[in-house]
């Protein structure tokens, strides 16, 4: 397999030449950094369509997500650093060398419901409801922002030579140590690549899903803020699985427990909690009128 290929043999895909970046004016510019600014634009896009919809007025929107953006990935940053804190605690000013990667969806989810319940507050908002116009457009953004993942050869799973295997060259894979025993033990006798699952598409795939559901259940939600819990459950519910297969998972120190796992089981028992004490409440609350 030649350097710059990446292969899905299984479904007859092979790609050739695929680049990690572009050149502009001397300037480099890298896929992974393009494809989640367009997922940006496009997540904005999407929420400024659901607040023409429902009446709401887009100029908001503009001004949130400015502030949304920034601190997502300042948040991104910060979650990673501080579950890959071996690698930078011997040298602090890596942690601001964002190009040598290093960003944690997590970690910008977090800060972006920070970042609205402050906004809000600020503006005198209803963050329920600026939340709920906004998740069709994040998880949109991060369903594109997955593919700077195919760019550079990372987020992927461990052994695997099933439909969706993805034969990658072994020099070009991002990071050495996300190539388990396994999946060492699996190279064909004198190949040069590595067959895995591809989870940066499960993902993909499934964020795909889960805009299709908030999209079709928006008119029908019963309460602000539904909406936000149907996208807490339902992202939380496709990364607990597929963090279960990914090798480059972070860890909570000191343990083997993935983090991201743990984070996405509260996420499913938090947003089926919180729904069905709402409805409750709104069920009792018709009951007395």
């Known amino acids: 397999m030649n350097a710059g290929e990446i292969a899905f043999p299984n479904l007859g895909l092979y790609f050739h030449n695929v680049p990690r970046s572009f050149s502009i004016f001397g300037f480099e510019i890298a896929f992974y950094g ?5 997922g940006v634009l496009a997540g904005l896009g999407m929420a400024l369509h659901v607040a023409k919809k429902t009446g709401q007025n887009p100029d908001d929107y503009w001004d949130f997500a400015i502030w ?8 991104a940053r910060i979650y990673y650093v501080i579950f890959s804190w071996e690698d930078y605690k011997d040298n602090l000013l890596s942690i601001f060398k964002l190009r040598s990667g290093g ?4 970690g910008g989810v977090i800060a972006a419901f920070i970042t609205l319940f402050v906004w809000c507050r600020i503006k005198k908002k209803k963050p329920l409801l600026i939340g709920d ?11 594109i922002g997955r593919w700077g993942n195919f760019m550079n050869r990372e987020v992927f799973g461990d052994y695997y030579n099933g439909l969706f295997s993805m034969q990658i060259p072994l ?18 006798e ?11 598409l499960y993902e993909s795939v499934w964020n795909l899903l889960v805009l299709v559901l908030l999209l079709a259940y928006r008119k029908h939600k019963r309460f602000d803020g539904e909406l936000c819990l149907l996208y807490l459950g339902g ?4 990364r607990f699985w597929i963090e279960g297969i990914r090798t480059d998972t972070l ?24 729904d069905l004490f709402v409805r409750i409440r709104l069920r009792e609350k018709k009951g007395r009128e």
């Open 235 to 238: 992202y939380g519910l496709g």
């Open 68 to 75: 949304a953006v920034l601190f997502s990935v300042i948040g």
């Open 103 to 106: 960003l944690a969806i997590y």
């Open 190 to 200: 004198g190949a040069n690549y590595i067959n895995v699952h591809p989870t940066f």
């Open 171 to 188: 020099a070009d894979v991002r990071d050495p140590g996300d190539i388990t025993e396994r999946i060492a033990a699996n190279i064909p």
């Open 251 to 274: 860890f909570i120190p000191g343990t083997s427990v993935p983090v991201s796992q743990v984070l996405a089981l509260v996420m499913v028992v938090f947003a089926v909690a919180a």
């Open 34 to 38: 393009l494809l989640i600014g367009i």
């Open 133 to 143: 116009t906004a998740m069709p457009g994040l998880i949109l953004g991060q369903a």
